[in-house]
């Protein structure tokens, strides 16, 4: 009976020692891809909107500004019983205690992914911990299986403890990284949110109150930094304290410049509106964004170096080693090509490249808005290549001519009648200057443009439609400001960027 009981205690405590692993190395994936992806603080937070009011006045009553603590307290008992319940069941019978802890992972995951503002890898850290719970399930329950009904014997005993107490111990060793891990965040977070940017010395024009159409489904002219796309190969989002930050440019220069934070920041600041595009955005697709920058012009910090005659490309490099080529005329002519430290009134968010990025009218990204920038070397590019020109992406990226059906939606149903067809036309630093829409291969018809920005943001358009039922295929092209129309020829987006018209079918009825 003893011996028994033992088993089943030692079977209890193989599921909680695999579930204190598994948490460590879960919470440890997440501080390092994505801190908001913590399984514990996914289903914390999960709990707390499901938590009906009076429970969550309750638990601020009872706990105070400990109310996190205590649910995080009550979150680690539930899981320890449900962890020692998992190594009894998996005693039992081998594969019930797995399925258990794996599904709590797999519980984790799914809360992570359907959290708004979820990142490209927020399932990372749930599966992780469901997958390191179940083998370390497995793992202990080996050394408790040989001795479930025999008399304990020192020797087995102190093999399972070990294990046992080695396997949690890791898992205290992987949460406390996580939450250094996590606290060197926060204190980027923590110094970003106390800056005050400069007053710009030349400020963005208000935008017009005609640029925004404000019709249901359209994207906004100006894009929230939340809404923002991201694009980037950076699997861990630098975390650069501005204290710590420095460009240097060099290369074919008379001079090498070196500045600081400090130094940027006292520079005359301008502000502009530029929509920034990723050469990966299909036609009809949506990684393509517009927001009122702040910074210094690049013209100006490379006038100070003094710019060799023969170079024809600054290569500028992230912290992460990501690298971009520009050409130099986009950097050094009449344009905003901007080291941005401000996006729509904020510091730079710290996945769009807290604290210093490139923004440069006219060119897709992957040329030319190099996040988290430390580095622009003055070069040529028949000397060096950049991160996706060596993918075998295009080594000049300028923008192509784009148009994009926002409303209606692909396959959405519309009643008869009186609707509406709207979307996004741009080519940044050209301008557009007209789009046109045809329903069936009809006529073209010519759109309403809102009031552009400037010429280097995208622009609204709108087309009053009476809608007949029955299936309807609806086309756009857009007309730029040097007179081209948008080509109907398609192309995918590599190697320089996607072409062809936007075309939606509705169902009208
Ligand atoms: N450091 C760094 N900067 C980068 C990239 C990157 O991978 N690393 N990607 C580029 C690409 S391809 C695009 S489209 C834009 C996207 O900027 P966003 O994420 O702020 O929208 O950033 C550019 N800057
Ligand atoms: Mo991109």
Request: net charge negative; no cysteine.
């Given at each position: 009976?003893?011996?028994?009981?033992?088993?089943?205690?030692?079977?209890?405590?193989?599921?909680?020692?695999?579930?204190?692993?598994?948490?460590?190395?879960?919470?440890?994936?997440?501080?390092?891809?994505?801190?908001?992806?913590?399984?514990?603080?996914?289903?914390?937070?999960?709990?707390?909107?499901?938590?009906?009011?009076?429970?969550?006045?309750?638990?601020?009553?009872?706990?105070?500004?400990?109310?996190?603590?205590?649910?995080?307290?009550?979150?680690?008992?539930?899981?320890?019983?449900?962890?020692?319940?998992?190594?009894?069941?998996?005693?039992?019978?081998?594969?019930?205690?797995?399925?258990?802890?794996?599904?709590?992972?797999?519980?984790?995951?799914v809360?992570?992914m359907i959290r708004p503002g979820a990142?490209?890898?927020?399932?990372?850290?749930?599966?992780?911990?469901?997958?390191?719970?179940?083998?370390?399930?497995?793992?202990?329950?080996?050394?408790?299986?040989?001795?479930?009904?025999?008399?304990?014997?020192?020797?087995?005993?102190?093999?399972?403890?070990?294990?046992?107490?080695?396997?949690?111990?890791?898992?205290?060793?992987?949460?406390?990284?996580?939450?250094?891990?996590?606290?060197?965040?926060?204190?980027?977070?923590?110094?970003?949110?106390?800056?005050?940017?400069?007053?710009?010395?030349?400020?963005?024009?208000?935008?017009a109150a005609g640029a925004d159409l404000g019709i249901q489904g359209l994207a906004p002219v100006v894009t929230p930094?939340a809404e923002f796309y991201?694009?980037?190969?950076?699997?861990?989002?630098?975390?650069?304290?501005?204290?710590?930050?420095?460009?240097?440019?060099?290369?074919?220069?008379?001079?090498?410049?070196?500045?600081?934070?400090?130094?940027?920041?006292?520079?005359?600041?301008?502000?502009?509106?530029?929509t920034?595009a990723c050469?990966s955005n299909s036609v009809g697709g949506d990684l393509i964004g517009n927001?009122?920058?702040?910074?210094?012009?690049?013209?100006?910090?490379?006038?100070?170096?003094?710019?060799?005659?023969?170079?024809?490309?600054?290569?500028?490099?992230?912290?992460?080693?990501?690298?971009?080529?520009?050409?130099?005329?986009?950097?050094?002519?009449?344009?905003?090509?901007?080291?941005?430290?401000?996006?729509?009134?904020?510091?730079?968010?710290?996945?769009?490249?807290?604290?210093?990025?490139?923004?440069?009218?006219?060119?897709?990204?992957?040329?030319?808005?190099?996040?988290?920038?430390?580095?622009?070397?003055?070069?040529?590019?028949?000397?060096?290549?950049?991160?996706?020109?060596?993918?075998?992406?295009?080594?000049?990226?300028?923008?192509k001519l784009q148009s994009r059906i926002d409303v209606p939606r692909r396959g959405q149903r519309i009643e008869p009648g009186d609707a509406v067809i709207a979307g996004m036309a741009w080519q940044?630093?050209?301008?557009v200057d007209g789009v046109e829409v045809r329903v069936d291969g009809g006529s073209w018809q010519t759109a309403e443009l809102a009031s552009a920005?400037?010429?280097?943001t995208w622009v609204q358009w709108s087309l009053p439609w009476t809608a007949e039922a029955g299936a309807h295929t609806i086309e756009c092209r857009a007309v730029s400001?040097?007179?081209?129309t948008q080509t109907s020829e398609p192309a995918a987006p590599?190697?320089?960027g996607a072409q062809g018209w936007h075309r939606v079918e509705v169902t009208v009825g």
């Open positions: 009976m003893t011996a028994r009981r033992g088993g089943r205690l030692r079977s209890a405590a193989a599921g909680v020692g695999a579930a204190v692993v598994a948490v460590g190395v879960g919470e440890l994936v997440a501080a390092v891809v994505e801190p908001a992806a913590s399984p514990v603080a996914v289903i914390g937070g999960g709990l707390i909107d499901l938590a009906p009011s009076w429970a969550k006045d309750a638990a601020i009553a009872l706990f105070g500004t400990g109310d996190k603590a205590a649910l995080i307290t009550g979150i680690a008992i539930v899981l320890a019983a449900v962890a020692a319940l998992a190594g009894i069941l998996e005693a039992r019978r081998a594969g019930l205690g797995s399925v258990l802890l794996g599904a709590l992972g797999a519980l984790a995951l809360v992570a990142g490209p890898f927020a399932w990372l850290p749930g599966l992780v911990a469901g997958v390191v719970a179940v083998i370390a399930l497995r793992l202990l329950m080996r050394t408790v299986q040989p001795a479930p009904y025999v008399r304990t014997e020192p020797e087995e005993r102190r093999r399972f403890l070990l294990w046992t107490a080695g396997v949690a111990a890791t898992g205290v060793a992987a949460l406390i990284v996580a939450n250094v891990a996590r606290g060197a965040t926060r204190s980027i977070e923590a110094v970003r949110s106390a800056l005050r940017l400069p007053q710009p010395a030349s400020p963005a024009a208000p935008v930094n991201r694009i980037d190969t950076a699997l861990v989002v630098p975390r650069i304290d501005p204290a710590d930050w420095r460009l240097r440019i060099h290369g074919m220069v008379e001079r090498e410049v070196e500045i600081g934070w400090d130094e940027l920041l006292s520079l005359p600041m301008q502000e502009s509106h530029v920034l050469v927001a009122r920058w702040l910074g210094h012009p690049i013209r100006d910090l490379l006038a100070r170096a003094g710019v060799d005659s023969d170079a024809d490309m600054v290569l500028s490099t992230s912290s992460d080693g990501f690298t971009a080529s520009t050409p130099i005329e986009a950097l050094t002519d009449d344009r905003d090509a901007l080291l941005a430290v401000g996006m729509n009134g904020d510091p730079l968010p710290l996945e769009h490249g807290f604290p210093v990025r490139m923004v440069v009218p006219g060119l897709y990204g992957y040329v030319s808005a190099t996040k988290w920038v430390t580095n622009l070397e003055v070069t040529r590019f028949d000397r060096v290549t950049a991160y996706w020109t060596t993918r075998g992406w295009s080594d000049h990226g300028p923008v940044q630093h050209v301008g920005i400037s010429a280097d400001a040097d007179g081209e590599a190697p320089d």
